[in-house]
């Protein structure tokens, strides 16, 4: 505000009472720094400093306090509402972002450390998902994970197993009782 006082007693000689449009600045450059509290504040605290500028200028004039609701203060109001939400939304999303990051980064170090433990286990582990038919009732599994000690058990690449259907690939678990062990 320091600098709008300079600026006003240099520039209002020369443009008149036009010179309280120069209050955006501040407001602006306050509420894209620091936000819309910031913003706000300066649009406020502008309608006293200005009123207040007329004033001790022409104290016998009204125009200083005629100022206080003009069209420009409410301008800067709005600017400083628009420009500091925008500041406090971009800063919101940056925090946001950088929590995101963390988290896939997290992870994906998770996924990197127990696909390690998952393909280095001399043990056959797979995971399968019950398969329903219309009334609920378990009629298949599927492959969703097989490590590549399980997939050479059944003769398979890991790959090739994920996706496929227990029966389709191994239908004498049915016949030898294993199905209905399983559901």
Request: proline share 4%; aromatic share 12%.
């Amino acid at each position: 505000f320091g600098i709008h006082l300079f600026v006003f007693y240099m520039g209002h000689p020369i443009v008149g009472s036009a010179i309280a449009g120069f209050i955006l600045l501040p407001v602006v450059l306050l509420a894209w720094f620091y936000g819309l509290k910031a913003g706000l504040a300066a649009a406020i605290a502008a309608f006293f400093i200005n009123s207040l500028i007329f004033y001790r200028n022409d104290p016998d004039s009204t125009e200083g306090l005629m100022l206080i609701g003009t069209p420009g203060h409410i301008l800067a109001l709005f600017i400083a509402l628009i420009v500091g939400r925008f500041r406090d939304q971009r800063v919101t999303l940056k925090k946001e972002l950088h929590y995101r990051q963390q988290v896939e980064q997290a992870l994906h170090d998770n996924q990197i450390f127990y696909e390690g433990i998952l393909n280095s286990s001399l043990i056959g582990i797979m995971a399968l998902r019950a398969v329903r038919d219309e009334p609920g009732k378990i009629c298949d599994f599927e492959w969703v994970l097989a490590n590549p000690t399980a997939a050479n058990l059944m003769e398979k690449s890991a790959t090739d197993l994920v996706g496929k259907r227990l029966l389709d690939e191994m239908p004498v678990s049915e016949e030898k009782g294993l199905f209905e062990a399983y559901v």
